[in-house]
C-alpha cells in the first residue's frame, strides 16, 4: 500500500515531469516555426518575378506571426515554470526581422 505522502509525491513529480516535456514541446514549436520563416525569407531572397515576390513576402511575414505567437508561448511556459529570465531565449531564438526591416531582401536586385 502506498502511503499518503508516497502518494503525494508520485504527483508532484508527474506535475513536475509535464511541465518539462510542455516546455520542451513550446521550445520545438518555436524552432519549427523560425525553421519555416527563415526558409520563406530565403526564398523570397532568391525570388525574381514580382508576383512570386508579392506571394513570398506575406508567406514570409505570415511565418514571422507565427514565430512570434510561438515565442510567446515558450515566454509564457517558461514564466509558469518559475523561469524569469528570457536572455536565453533571446540569445537561442532571435525573432525574424520584418521583411521592411531585413538588411538585404532583394528589392535592390535585378
Not at 12 to 26: H, T
Not at 42 to 51: F, N, Q, S, V
Not at 71 to 87: K, M
Request: charged residues 40%; hydrophobic residues 40%.
Amino acid at each position: 500500500m502506498v502511503s499518503r505522502g508516497e502518494g503525494l509525491r508520485r504527483i508532484e513529480e508527474e506535475i513536475v515531469a509535464e511541465k518539462a516535456a510542455a516546455l520542451g514541446r513550446a521550445g520545438e514549436r518555436l524552432e519549427e516555426a523560425l525553421r519555416e520563416a527563415a526558409e520563406r525569407g530565403a526564398c523570397y531572397d532568391a525570388a525574381r518575378h514580382p508576383g512570386d515576390r508579392e506571394r513570398l513576402a506575406r508567406e514570409y511575414e505570415e511565418a514571422c506571426q507565427r514565430a512570434a505567437r510561438a515565442r510567446l508561448a515558450l515566454l509564457i511556459q517558461r514564466e509558469a515554470v518559475g523561469l524569469r529570465h528570457h536572455r536565453d531565449v533571446d540569445r537561442l531564438f532571435p525573432e525574424p526581422i520584418p521583411l521592411a526591416r531585413r538588411p538585404t531582401n532583394g528589392a535592390a536586385r535585378g
